[in-house]
DNA sequence: CATTTTCGATACGCAACCGTCTCGTTTCGT
DNA sequence: ACGAAACGAGACGGTTGCGTATCGAAAATG
């Protein structure tokens, strides 16, 4: 062996890495995530070409990007939640299903992608979009749970904002960060019990 | 009024818009939001730009844009939640309490935000994401809970991923989506208690 | 001091989109 | 039949980012 080792192992001589530039571009990358990640893919070209459609047409009808989406999704998420039916666990039951059917697809999924991730970068789209696709569900659940607290079926002093969340939370988490994503088809019965029951014995 | 009225208001005479190419712009923009919305906005030259940095830099040391985020996003989320205290609703309280401060940082949030919608378009990426950030907070809690299930301090019979899903996916729901995000100091002792005491009156 | 390697900077050709514009065509109302 | 407006297609200059190459300076080894 001809090397030389100076330390513990030979370093191949030249200037070494700069530990100030890496720690830089780490930071640099973190930062502009959070500015820079958004709609910005989505191109009017593209559009256009998969549409069969000239770039003429949807300038003339809508002036900006974030106008179109707005139309876009409001077809979406439109129809909401069916009707009732005989007992509460029964409607909450209906209801979180909806939502872990819409997880499934990529379409009603990017929707609440847009209203839970572009609420800085797009303001106005994300606003329009939690009210015209979140409110009314929010709406449509908080009766829901009102009716509960009043015929009994739910605690007096039940928080209606954190149960909310609960529901939905729960399923939507639940489809996106489980390894076993929706193997189950009862998996919405299993939460919504759960929910009620409590996680402590009784 | 020299104007006709052909049906009930008058039409600007031309050929009317298409409702056909209408329809079709809509359905390409959805169908292309989730296929395009991505990492595609953040640039390499804006990192350099902003990191202070030759663009050779970074092409030395990261092949690509994704090997460069799976090495910033390990910078965050790599500290686990802390310590245990002395009860079950305590540590409940700690880590949940953890996750509602993440989520109120934008770098920490992007992390959920690759992990829960870019499954498709960078698989590698949010594999590496969800099996540095997610899976070991996962042990954590699985194992919290199951020592709440060995202690009497849960039910016996209680479904520990769904109880995990309940936890993590409310706090994230509630800091992103509630109109009242965050104000109230207590809301992660609420969220717990309520979990824990069920919705349904005991 | 000579060598080696990284550094920041800058320039290159290439590609994708932007938003505007001009075409010739199509589809209406009259 | 005629005029009016929207249509699909595509050309346009301009901008942005890509990934590569070249440069002299800086920082380590020997």
């Not at 500015?35 to 003429?56: D, N, P, Q």
């Not at 209203?115 to 979009?129: C, K």
């Not at 639940?174 to 929706?182: G, I, K, L, V």
């Amino acid at each position: 062996m001809a090397t030389t080792e100076q330390t513990q192992t030979s370093r191949p001589a030249g200037r070494p890495r700069s530990a100030r530039a890496e720690r830089a571009i780490i930071e640099a990358t973190l930062d502009l995530i959070g500015e820079t990640t958004g709609l910005g893919e989505l191109s009017i070209e593209a559009i256009a070409a998969r549409a069969g459609v000239g770039k003429t047409t949807i300038y003339r009808w809508w002036p900006t990007k974030e106008d179109l989406l707005v139309d876009a999704l409001a077809t979406l998420k439109a129809p909401l939640p069916p009707l009732r039916g005989r007992s509460l666990r029964e409607d909450l039951i209906a209801c979180v299903e909806v939502f872990r059917r819409e997880e499934r697809d990529a379409r009603t999924r990017c929707v609440l992608n847009i209203a839970m991730n572009q609420a800085e970068r797009h303001p106005r789209l994300a606003d329009r979009v939690r009210q015209a696709a979140i409110e009314p569900r929010r709406a449509v659940l908080t009766a829901l749970l009102r009716r509960g607290v009043a015929t009994g079926e739910l605690r007096a002093d039940l928080n209606v904002p954190v149960a909310l969340a609960t529901l939905i939370g729960t399923v939507v988490w639940y489809m996106r960060c489980a390894e076993d994503a929706d193997v189950s088809g009862d998996l919405v019965e299993e939460i919504v019990d759960q929910l009620l029951a409590g996680l402590a014995p009784r």
